[in-house]
């Protein structure tokens, strides 16, 4: 497993220590499990872009690959 070091506003820092504290977790497992979250949202939005922009040009695109 690979570190990495976060620099959070207090107050982030302060909600994170909240939430913890009230679920009963480490911050660092909230905080990954926030990241988590993040990455697998973003990328459906990604893909989800990338599908939609590839069937708006899929003539294109296949023009380009002939």
Same mark, same amino acid.
């Given at each position: 497993?690979?570190? #990495? ?19 009963? +977790?480490?911050? &660092?497992?909230?905080? #990954?499990? %926030?990241?988590? +979250?993040? #990455? +697998?949202? &973003?990328? %459906?939005?990604?893909? %989800?872009?990338? &599908? ?5 040009? %899929?003539?294109? #695109?296949?023009?380009?690959? &002939?």
């Amino acid at each position: 497993m690979h570190e #990495l070091t976060l620099f959070i506003d207090p107050a982030t820092r302060q909600a994170l220590d909240d939430l913890a504290d009230a679920s009963g +977790r480490p911050g &660092e497992e909230v905080a #990954l499990d %926030a990241v988590r +979250r993040y #990455l +697998r949202e &973003e990328g %459906a939005a990604v893909r %989800a872009c990338a &599908e939609r922009l590839a069937l708006s040009h %899929a003539d294109l #695109l296949r023009r380009l690959g &002939e």
